[in-house]
């Protein structure tokens, strides 16, 4: 089965397809087939066992799990047939949008300290403005920590966000108190490691790993209670506080959201505007918003 998962991966790669974590789950469950023995083609019984595991683990997983080995096994069934399909949805629907966590100003500014109270000869500066430009751009963290110090812009306040999610690059504009914080950080950057060619580094003027951001970030978020149903505060919340409070202002003005929609979804790079749309239904006060002008409209 491994070979067969590395073929398959190697395919869809040169068709442009990252497959990150589709990836590693394909080959997670093609280690598990060739350890239990399993030959010949693919199986409903061998991928729903796998994608069951672990027991005890969120439904919503497993059932990801299952849809990845199902688009596996569909290409698969091209060159055998005797491959079986395992059903669509045997362990439930793969996709549930979670409500975001959104940060009030006090809980911002508060990331914001501790981060500046970290260890470190570029640490602090560098944790504090990475936060900073996340909470007021709405940026991926992936793009934020992708950026070049050539793709930023702090004459004209513009960050170039390349090959993002989608493949796209956008242009995207920072409000004027955000460039002081980020000139400040690129000074100091660059009198420590002036050969850097990342805008965001480590203590040892390295781009930052994502593993590593996130294990600092959950140490500076220590004690935040979610207002979400999930169990932890995350660095993606940012973008989702960033977008939902556009909306709601835009929703709180006289002109409404209503044919602004596409500039916050190309400002977050989305490739559907439906996804932005999204946030209108996030949090009970978008949605109570959106319901009133609807209303509204029908009189």
């Not at 089965?1 to 990252?18: D, P």
């Not at 990150?20 to 997670?28: A, V, Y």
């Not at 003027?205 to 207002?227: C, I, S």
């Not at 977008?243 to 559907?272: D, E, F, K, N, P």
């Amino acid at each position: 089965m491994s070979a067969r998962v590395e073929t398959y991966l190697a395919f869809r790669r040169a068709l442009g397809y990252k497959l990150r974590i589709e990836g590693q789950m394909l080959q997670s469950f093609a280690r598990y087939a060739d350890r239990s023995g399993h030959r010949g083609p693919l199986t409903r019984s061998l991928t729903l066992r796998w994608a069951a595991l672990p027991r005890g683990a969120d439904r919503l997983y497993q059932a990801r799990r299952l849809e990845t080995v199902r688009v596996f096994a569909k290409h698969q069934a091209v060159t055998e047939p005797a491959t079986e399909i395992p059903p669509r949805h045997a362990l439930g629907p793969a996709h549930r949008r979670n409500a975001p966590h959104l940060y009030s100003p006090t809980e911002v500014g508060q990331l914001l300290r501790r981060a500046a109270d970290l260890p470190g000869r570029l640490r602090p500066a560098a944790y504090k403005t990475l936060l900073g430009l996340l909470a007021c751009t709405g940026l991926r963290i992936s793009e934020a920590l992708a950026l070049q110090i050539s793709d930023v812009d702090l004459e004209h306040g513009v960050l170039t966000v390349r090959e993002t999610k989608y493949h796209h690059t956008r242009l995207v504009p920072l409000h004027p108190t955000a460039l002081p914080p980020l000139k400040h950080y690129a000074r100091r950057r660059q009198k420590l490691f002036p050969c850097a060619q990342h805008f965001f580094v480590s203590d040892r003027g390295r781009r930052f790993a994502y593993t590593t951001v996130r294990t600092g970030f959950r140490e500076l978020a220590d004690g935040f209670v979610p207002n979400s149903n999930r169990r932890h505060v995350r660095l993606h919340d940012l973008r989702h506080t960033f977008a939902c409070r556009v909306l709601l202002g835009w929703q709180r003005s006289r002109r409404g959201a209503v044919g602004r929609m596409t500039i916050l979804s190309r400002y977050l790079g989305h490739q559907r505007v439906s996804d932005t749309y999204w946030y209108l239904s996030a949090t009970p006060e978008l949605l109570t918003e959106a319901a009133r002008r609807f209303v509204s409209s029908q009189k």
